[in-house]
């Protein structure tokens, strides 16, 4: 039914222009809890859209911060009356999925058994839109787990790259190059085992196995390519010191005789070195002086000291994880996936929001503070609440009493006359840039 | 795509069966989503999402099982000033309701934002209609007016009043199908009407004198009521009632309901707010608005966690349900009464998890310390705060009793897997550590 033709005010000519009102963009951003500032710069954290909900877990952003892995249960719990959860085999079932942030569609790529198959790592290939995946089965009449890796890429069928190895994998994405290293084990002729590397290309379906050589390991050099990496021990100073040499991508033959033009080790992609991390806090929250409840928080964290450190992701959730492009992060609450987008924004601007949001705050806050005292008034015949006792007489009138926390009451009249009701200051909230007045008629002025 | 054949692992056959009570466990957390009143234990659901868009006015019928709201249809777009940039979108509104039953939000009415303001909606109690008002500004005059629409479910909306300047509140009976709608005549006397569930029309009420108002009765019926000073105590009381003909608007006194004041009904479960700082970091971190269900208070689980960080919230009249706006997304919690049987097992089992975990991480603790100490354990006086160091959160060390007193070196123990190192007491049962690091629940007897 849409009833738009029905309601009059539609009918108006949609001429007016639209000037872009400030105001209301704090309708949707809070500047004291959605800003954060990172070194020079200020983030603002945006409203959250919905992903996905079915208690989302292991979520990774891609390298470019576009697209979003999880897994997620498709199958909601239904209760009974006695809240037993009447599906239990249903919620056995995951699936991995992949949203992009532009379209905000979930994709389901991959069905998993949870009894059986557990995601043991999801890797994204840098600057790509393909990543790597390891399950690790135990069927139940196996007594050891294999271990299978999958590449997916945008909706093409998953390729295989490893098949039911009973060698467990890891695998470690370039920092930056669309290419990846598995690392697993093999065992030799002799039926010694030895630990075996693979790389595995942006655009290759196939894996390049690295011949083994027991001088050393296979690595990423600091360009972000494969190397192989050789202990040497310095003959002058009798210093260990490490070797990086090139790898032949095609045949997988390190070549000793070679050195990689970088020799410094290249790290994974690396949260450490984010300018910003997401962090949790685990605290008891309480209504009532007896009775705590325990939350984790997430929030987002600077790592170099700013005026602004930290901004609030999601209070009550337990995951967040933030995306390597700083364009987003994700944070899981009550068992539903949000992404909330960062928009980087000028510091003053951040500054002015902040204080109009203080101020807007301290004005509401006194609003209520005020009618409480008009109701208190109204039932004690015309008198005003008493200066000494003021917060426990107000109480039973505010909705929350932490709003009298912050608000100075400075009226000392008994009854305030009828006539010098509006000019009777009665209290005020002070904020940085000025204070927020009540008045013996309700009424709140803003003093700066 | 579907890959659903490549992994061998989904080609068994689904034949486990699962503890359904651990099941329920993982998704309500007895710590958080429990709340008693009086002799009865209620759980809060899992949340479910309603909608996303900047919602307000949420109002839930009175049956608890449709949710009506209004939200911005489109999402905000930012930018770089942090300025709203598509402000005729998100300027578009829409009243949704949203049901238990059908979870998916229906659009009932569009409403343009710039000119008309949703000022109040209600259900009229044991039915299906919902009744709106609207503020807008008048084309012509400029002035403000108010219209009240009348819903019912699939039916197009009823125009009640239709661009009044002198409309005010709608006030809806607590029990009854009706409601009353004030407003102002040109005198600027206060005017009164009544909206009856099958009535399309308003029913003028005779005016009403000075110091008189109306207001609900008991039953729920719409009366008129005088406050008068008592001339010997000086206090003020409010005396006469008289009962409004639904079809005439005419007063009529009916001494036997006569009005002696509205009598408190049973408190159920509330709500209430309280400011949060959701850290105990000492960061300049900002407070949060969180949400309780509130019940007897001097009870096991005097209050459950709604949500946090919330813009606000509302519970059904029956307590049933409750709906809460968070980063402006709605949400819906179903709230159910335990059976009693179950709640005792499905706290005992939350106890029983919590008390086995506990002494399972002051074990480790405990090994952790013998290891960097030369295989000693801690004087059992010292226990506490020898401990402090390798364990995560102090707060374990509080509820677990240290009862080993033997020889304070490992290597002695002859029989480390059967020598107790201490426990955490429940009241049926404990959680005993021994010496190498197990943890085994021992019920009472």
């Not at chain 1, 379209?103 to 790592?121: M, Y």
């Not at chain 1, 990423?220 to 202990?231: I, K, T």
């Not at chain 1, 010191?241 to 790290?267: M, Y």
Request: contains cysteine; hydrophobic residues 40%.
């Amino acid at each position: 039914m849409n009833a738009i033709l029905l309601l009059p005010a539609l009918v108006l000519a949609q001429t007016q222009t639209q000037t872009a009102d400030p105001a209301l963009s704090l309708k949707y951003i809070n500047p004291l809890k959605d800003f954060i500032q990172i070194s020079d710069k200020a983030y603002a954290l945006l409203p959250p859209t919905l992903v996905s909900d079915g208690r989302p877990s292991e979520i990774h952003f891609s390298s470019n911060g576009q697209a979003i892995t999880f897994l997620r249960h498709p199958n909601r719990p239904a209760f009974d009356q006695n809240m037993m959860v009447t599906n239990p085999n249903a919620l056995d079932s995951q699936s991995l999925c992949e949203c992009s942030l532009a379209d905000q569609k979930v994709k389901d790529l991959l069905t998993i058994d949870g009894r059986t198959t557990v995601i043991e790592q999801i890797e994204w290939l840098h600057e790509s839109d393909a990543f790597l995946v390891v399950t690790r089965n135990t069927p139940p009449q196996a007594k050891e787990p294999t271990y299978s890796v999958y590449r997916l890429s945008g909706l093409s069928d998953p390729q295989e790259l490893y098949a039911n190895s009973i060698h467990p994998i890891s695998v470690e994405a370039s920092p930056s190059k669309p290419l990846a290293i598995a690392i697993t084990s093999a065992t030799d002729s002799t039926g010694k085992v030895h630990q075996q590397g693979a790389v595995i290309e942006n655009d290759g379906t196939e894996l390049v196995p690295i011949t083994n050589d027991p001088r050393g390991l296979p690595i990423f050099d600091g360009d972000g390519n494969v190397a192989y990496f050789e202990g040497l021990v310095d003959a002058q100073t009798k210093k260990r010191k490490l070797v990086l040499h090139p790898i032949d991508l095609k045949t997988g033959e390190p070549q000793f005789d070679k050195l990689s033009a970088n020799q410094v080790l290249g790290v994974g992609v690396s949260y450490e070195q984010l300018p910003a991390k997401t962090w949790q806090s685990l605290n008891s929250i309480s209504p009532l002086p007896r009775f705590k409840a325990s939350i984790r928080s997430q929030w987002l964290r600077g790592a170099v000291k700013s005026d602004y450190p930290v901004a609030l992701i999601a209070a009550d959730s337990e995951d967040s994880t933030f995306s390597p492009a700083m364009n987003a992060v994700a944070y899981v609450t009550q068992g539903t996936l949000f992404v909330r987008e960062m928009l980087p924004v000028d510091l003053t601007v951040m500054k002015a929001m902040m204080d109009v949001a203080r101020k807007e705050e301290a004005m509401s806050q006194a609003k209520q503070v005020g009618v409480a005292c008009m109701m208190y008034a109204a039932d004690y015949d015309g008198q005003m609440p008493p200066l000494k006792e003021f917060a426990t007489q107000i109480d039973p009138y505010v909705k929350n009493p932490d709003l009298v926390n912050g608000f100075t009451y400075t009226n000392t009249l008994s009854s305030i006359p009828q006539a010098d009701a509006a000019t009777t200051i009665v209290g005020f909230v002070q904020t940085g840039t000025g204070k927020a007045v009540v008045y013996g008629d309700g009424h709140v002025a803003w003093m700066p | 795509m579907n890959a659903i054949l490549l992994l061998p692992a989904l080609v068994l056959a689904q034949t486990q069966t699962t503890n359904s009570l651990h099941t329920a466990l993982t998704f309500l957390k007895v710590s958080r989503d429990f709340v008693q009143l009086k002799d009865n234990v209620y759980a809060l659901l899992p949340p479910v999402l309603v909608s996303e868009g900047a919602v307000s006015q949420m109002q839930w019928s009175s049956d608890g099982a449709t949710l009506a709201f209004v939200k911005c249809t489109n999402p905000p777009r930012f930018d770089d000033n942090l300025v709203v940039e598509n402000l005729a979108a998100v300027q578009n509104l829409s009243l949704c309701e949203w049901s238990f039953a059908d979870p998916h939000v229906r659009e009932l009415f569009a409403i343009n934002g710039r000119t008309t303001a949703v000022d109040g909606m209600a259900w009229l109690p044991g039915s299906d209609v919902l009744l709106v008002n609207t503020q807008a500004e008048r084309p012509d005059t400029k002035s403000p007016s108010g219209t009240i629409y009348r819903f019912r479910p699939l039916g197009d909306p009823q125009e009640l009043v239709s661009n009044s300047e002198s409309l005010g509140a709608v006030e809806v009976s607590p029990s009854q199908n009706l409601a009353i709608v004030f407003g102002l005549n040109s005198e600027g006397t206060q005017t009164l009407s009544l909206i009856e569930e099958d009535g399309t029309k308003l029913v003028p009420v005779e005016p009403l004198e000075k110091g008189q108002f109306s207001e609900f009765d008991k039953g729920g019926w719409p009366c008129v009521v005088s406050v008068l000073r008592d001339p010997l105590t000086g206090k003020r009381q409010k005396i006469i009632s008289q009962r409004i003909d639904l079809q005439t608007g005419v007063f009529k006194v009916s001494p036997s309901t006569l009005f002696k004041g509205v009598e408190e009904p049973d408190p159920g479960l509330t709500l209430s707010e309280s400011s949060t700082t959701p850290t105990n970091e000492s960061v300049k971190a900002p407070s949060v608005r969180t949400q309780w269900v509130n019940g007897t208070q001097k009870s096991q689980f005097p209050a459950a966690l709604v949500s946090m960080d919330t813009e606000g919230a509302t519970i059904s009249s029956k307590g049933n349900a409750v709906a809460y706006s968070s980063q402006g997304c709605v949400f819906v919690r179903r709230i159910v009464k335990l059976d009693p049987v179950l709640c005792k097992a499905l706290v005992e089992e939350y106890l029983r998890e919590d008390a086995v975990n506990k002494a399972k991480q002051v074990a480790l603790a405990a090994l952790m310390y013998s290891d960097d100490y030369d295989d000693n354990l801690p004087n059992s006086r010292e226990f506490a705060s020898a401990l402090l160091p390798y364990i995560k959160n102090g707060d374990l060390l509080s509820g677990f009793t240290f009862s080993y007193t033997g020889n304070p070196n490992l290597t002695s123990v002859e029989n480390p897997a059967t020598t107790v190192l201490g426990f955490v007491q429940t009241s049926f049962g404990r959680a005993v550590s021994y010496v190498d690091g197990h943890v085994k629940w021992i019920p009472n007897p």
